[in-house]
Structures are given as C-alpha cells and as structure tokens.
C-alpha cells in the first residue's frame, strides 16, 4: 500500500502542469524530494488569513471565564512532538514564578506525548509556575479574544511548512517568539514582529534562548506593543486572503 501510494504521488508531481508551495521551504523539501521536477514548475504562494476575521478583539469576559489574568503569554496548538510544547514547558521554569503561561492544547496524536506533557505541567504547577490549560477545543471568537489579549504568543515548533497559527496571532496584534525552523521565518521577521530562536539538537541551548526571548518581550510592554503592530500590519499587507487569492489566480491563469 505505501509503495503504490508513494508512486502515485510521485507520478501526480511529474504530471502536474504546475506545484503550489506554501512556502519557500516547502518548496526546496519538494525539489529535494522529487529532483526529476523541474524548479520553474514549483512555485511559492504562502498560506493566508481573514484578517476581518483575525483581527484585535479584547473581550475580558472570554479571559475571566478561563480565569486568565491581564498578562500572559499564549501557547495554542496540538499536543505533538513537532508543535515543541515540552520545549516550551522545560523552558518555563527557568522564568520567573509571576509570569502566566496559557496553554491550549487539545488532540493529543499518541498517549506517550500526552503523558509527557501532563507531568511536565502538573510538575510545573506543583513548583508554584502559574501554567493555565485549556484543554476544550475554543470557539473562534474566545479564539481571538484569548490571541488578541495575550502579551506574546509562542511557537516552539519543531518544524513548521509556514505556520498559520503565527500569522493568526500578528493578524490579532500581538508579539510572537518563535522557533526558525521550516516556513516561520517567511511569516516573522525577527526584531520586527517578534524574535526567532534558533532550533538547533542542542535542546538545553534552545530552552535556553527560548525563555530569554519570552522575558524579554513580557517585561517590556512598548517593545510587545511595536511587535503587534508591526505584525498586523504585515499579515494585512502580505497575507490577507485578497492577496493570496490574487497570485493563484494569476498562477492558474498562466497555463
């Protein structure tokens, strides 16, 4: 079964008339993976968002009903080995105990992982770090409000094809820190709309530099504000559907 699937995958690739990647780094993993494909053939239309959808919306009544206080920084996504949420936990206790951390994170993909970032948290918790779990899945609008309110929003993602999650968060202004794996440096630009933290094997080095750049963007509100900004403004710029709708068109037109 995954033999024929791998070459029919392989066959759709070489007949295709033309390949969208969601990011340039997707784009050199499909030349890397299928070098029989021609360059010109792939080319790169990055993932949007509605930005009159994401956008900022703070709403004190969502933060009260999960019990969230005014500042905190934000963790949304799956609970899996490439979303980086037990890099983010051992990088929390070298913070310090009055800062929040939110966590929304649902639909573990195996019990191992899920076991593992229990214990991190319920150990965490027990050592007096103020970690808040959502574990429902939020609707969109508590969504928003929970993006639009945080102080930063994490992403220590392993490996990422672009990252929507971030472009949701910059769309809702607010400050990101984010690994620079995969697409993530094509969607923040480091200094700008946050901080990049360089993955490397070295998992100690890269908690390390992941909580420095967290302390760094909560204790310090202007320069969070300037990220948030600077960060709606580039999704609203680059990313807004109008704008990836327009390249596709363009793309399916060339044929």
């Known amino acids: 079964g995954y033999l024929l699937s791998s070459w029919i995958e392989r066959l759709a690739y070489r007949k ?26 792939v080319i ?10 994401f ?19 934000l963790f949304v996504g799956r609970i899996t080995r490439q979303k980086g949420l037990v890099h983010l936990l051992r990088a929390w206790q070298k913070m310090e105990k009055d800062k929040v951390l939110v966590v929304a994170a649902t639909s573990a993909d195996e019990p191992q992982i899920n076991q593992e ?28 409000n929970i993006l639009s309110s945080a102080t930063v929003f994490l992403c220590p993602s392993i490996y990422e094809p672009l990252g929507i999650v971030n472009l949701e968060a910059m769309a809702c202004e607010t400050a990101v820190v984010a690994s620079d794996v995969g697409g993530i440096p094509e969607v923040v630009v480091d200094g700008e709309t946050g901080i990049l933290v360089k993955y490397s094997n070295n998992e100690s080095n890269f908690e390390s530099h992941l909580a420095e750049s967290i302390s760094k963007v909560m204790s310090d509100r202007n320069l969070a ?24 068109i363009d793309f399916y037109g060339s044929f």
């Open 16 to 41: 295709a008339n033309g390949i969208i990647a969601v990011s340039d780094a997707v784009r050199n993993d499909i030349l890397k993976a299928y070098p029989e494909i021609s360059k010109e053939k």
């Open 44 to 53: 790169t239309i990055r993932n949007g968002i509605d930005t009159e959808v």
């Open 55 to 73: 956008k900022p919306i703070r709403n004190l009544n969502v933060l009260q009903k999960y019990e969230i206080p005014e500042t905190y920084a």
């Open 117 to 144: 970032v229990s214990h991190l948290l319920t150990e965490l918790q027990g050592r007096g770090y103020k970690i808040i779990w959502i574990k429902e899945m939020l609707a969109q609008a508590e969504l928003i």
């Open 225 to 248: 504000s300037k990220f948030g900004e600077n960060g709606r403004e580039r999704v609203v710029n680059e990313f807004g559907w109008d704008k990836v709708a327009r390249k596709t």
